[in-house]
């Protein structure tokens, strides 16, 4: 009986070794064949006109027609998406005004000229497939229990939303840029040149470019699952873009991958921010008598030491309270920047107003923006005023102006980042680099406003965003594409 036993163990040990086996070498033969797509791909210079033509789109504000155009018609011919939506966010101009997230310092005639492009790659009926993409049923007579194997395949692969922005910032003084031509889309010891390159139409390219890669390399067009993707704009002035498709109803996922400047690294959190002014307020007096005055550029001085020991304290409460190691390598985790000053009116008097602008971060899973909002709130109705007598004689004035972005959380164990970052290691041969994004992005919209788990994943050079001679590295785009399309196998099934 024993014996009996041994052998059922032992065969039941076989069965399951060589199951194994045969969906290693299977995952392994589907890596191969996305790799050499990819690298042919990549071997060849021309396969790169269509970023390049992508980079060349002066897409600053107002200007994003003509690209969105050519993103929608790329989408519905070259990656056959079933769906290609394009609107203005004019004509959501009742919807987009009543909703607490929506920000913007255009006005709806300006947003007018600046379409959003969602595409939507529909599921196939879980079949074979034709060469053609036509969905082939088979097996009509296949029994009961057929069909619920069929159906837990099924459930067992997931939606994806792919997000992009193509909206760049103003390119400074061009004659400093390579050929003096901020879109030149230059390609130069491996480097592809001009702004948006790294933020962020580069990672947009390779997310479509995963797409792609999967769709030739198997002769397929639909995937199991649904795959979602956003080309928006207004992501540098405050997130409208994504906002008004989430409103739309294009924000729910199982996952979304937002292919920002993440230098490779993998980002499932990323902080807010929020932009405020504070006007501090004095008295005037002639220079010569300085003494009967109070200046408001002195008494901006203090605001700005106590504005610096609430970043000092929000450190301490991401590092010591909240223990998230994902900003343990970031200096700052959280910063409140003040990025303008203006006082006073003329040399010889004692100002009496000076203004400070400035950008606040937001802790993901820890607070909202209007949470944010009251911290500074508090420091300024009531830890300046016990600091400072004055500021209750004259009290400072808060005001939250222009942009604000949410905080975007995703667990650390999420099954997504976990298949991502297996697909990282298949390619790169190393672990990925798994930390929060030192600064706000559009994921943390489909986070809160449509519960879809978001994670930042770029080929795109941090701190080469909105410099002069921004570029992308080439290499960074393939291997990006690569990872993003073993990932989308195994999540979204082919």
């Known amino acids: 009986m024993k014996y009996i036993q041994t052998i059922g163990i032992t065969i039941i040990f076989l069965i399951i070794s060589l199951f194994a086996c045969f969906t290693l070498s299977s995952q392994?033969?589907?890596?191969?064949?996305?790799?050499?797509?990819?690298?042919?791909?990549?071997?060849?210079?021309?396969?790169?006109?269509?970023?390049?033509?992508?980079?060349?789109?002066?897409s600053l504000p107002e200007q994003e027609y003509d690209m969105q155009m050519d993103i929608a018609n790329y989408l519905k011919n070259d990656l056959h998406f079933n769906t290609v939506d394009v609107w203005t966010m004019d004509q959501m101009k009742d919807v987009l005004e009543g909703n607490s997230f929506f920000n913007s310092p255009r006005n709806f005639t300006s947003l007018a000229k600046s379409p959003i492009v969602v595409g939507i790659l529909e599921p196939q009926s879980f079949s074979d497939s034709n060469e053609n993409g036509q969905h082939i049923i088979t097996n009509l007579d296949a029994s009961q229990q057929q069909q619920e194997v069929d159906s837990k395949k099924r459930n067992s692969y997931k939606s994806l939303l792919i997000n992009g922005h193509i909206d760049v910032v103003p390119v400074g003084d061009e004659k400093k840029w390579k050929n003096a031509n901020a879109f030149s889309g230059h390609i130069e010891d491996g480097k592809i040149y001009g702004r948006g390159t790294t933020d962020m139409k580069g990672g947009l390219y390779a997310g479509l470019l995963a797409i792609e890669a999967i769709q030739k390399s198997f002769g397929i067009k639909n995937f199991k699952s649904k795959i979602i993707v956003h080309?928006?704009?207004?992501?540098?002035?405050?997130?409208?873009?994504?906002?008004?498709?989430?409103?739309?109803?294009?924000?729910?996922?199982?996952?979304?991958?937002?292919?920002?400047?993440?230098?490779?690294?993998?980002?499932?959190?990323?902080?807010?921010?929020?932009?405020?002014?504070?006007?501090?307020?004095?008295?005037?007096?002639?220079?010569?008598?300085?003494?009967?005055?109070?200046?408001?550029?002195?008494?901006?001085?203090?605001?700005?030491?106590?504005?610096?020991?609430?970043?000092?304290?929000?450190?301490?409460?991401v590092r010591e309270v909240l223990k998230n190691k994902l900003f343990e390598n970031i200096t700052i985790p959280v910063p409140i920047n003040v990025g303008r000053i203006e006082g006073g009116e003329w040399p010889s008097t004692v100002p009496e107003k000076t203004i400070?602008?400035?950008?606040?971060?937001?802790?993901?899973?820890?607070?909202?923006?209007?949470?944010?909002?009251?911290?500074?709130?508090?420091?300024?109705n009531t830890t300046l005023p016990e600091k400072d007598p004055h500021f209750k004689e004259y009290p400072l004035k808060l005001e939250f102006i222009?942009?604000?972005?949410?905080?975007?959380?995703?667990?650390?164990?999420?099954?997504?980042?976990?298949?991502?970052?297996?697909?990282?290691?298949?390619?790169?041969?190393?672990?990925?680099?798994?930390?929060a994004a030192p600064w706000a992005t559009d994921g943390g919209y489909?986070?809160?406003?449509?519960?879809?788990?978001?994670?930042?994943?770029?080929?795109?050079?941090?701190?080469?965003?909105?410099?002069?001679?921004?570029?992308?590295?080439i290499e960074n785009i393939y291997k990006c594409a690569e990872i993003i399309a073993n990932t989308i196998i195994e999540w979204c099934g082919i």
């Open 28 to 58: 392994q033969d589907t890596a191969t064949k996305i790799k050499n797509y990819l690298q042919e791909h990549k071997s060849n210079i021309k396969n790169l006109e269509t970023f390049q033509r992508w980079i060349r789109y002066p």
């Open 231 to 317: 080309s928006v704009v207004e992501e540098e002035s405050g997130g409208a873009g994504t906002v008004s498709a989430v409103l739309k109803g294009y924000g729910k996922a199982d996952a979304g991958i937002f292919p920002e400047p993440s230098n490779m690294k993998i980002f499932p959190q990323q902080q807010g921010s929020l932009w405020f002014r504070i006007s501090v307020f004095g008295k005037s007096a002639h220079g010569a008598s300085r003494y009967d005055g109070i200046s408001s550029i002195e008494k901006t001085e203090i605001v700005l030491q106590t504005i610096r020991e609430l970043e000092s304290d929000r450190t301490r409460i």
């Open 356 to 380: 400070i602008e400035g950008r606040f971060g937001v802790i993901p899973n820890h607070e909202s923006v209007e949470s944010a909002k009251q911290v500074l709130e508090y420091l300024i």
């Open 402 to 435: 222009g942009a604000s972005w949410v905080p975007g959380f995703t667990p650390l164990d999420h099954e997504f980042v976990r298949k991502l970052s297996n697909s990282f290691e298949k390619v790169m041969g190393e672990g990925p680099i798994i930390a």
């Open 446 to 473: 489909v986070n809160m406003m449509a519960g879809t788990p978001a994670v930042v994943f770029g080929p795109g050079v941090t701190h080469m965003a909105h410099q002069t001679d921004e570029y992308v590295p």
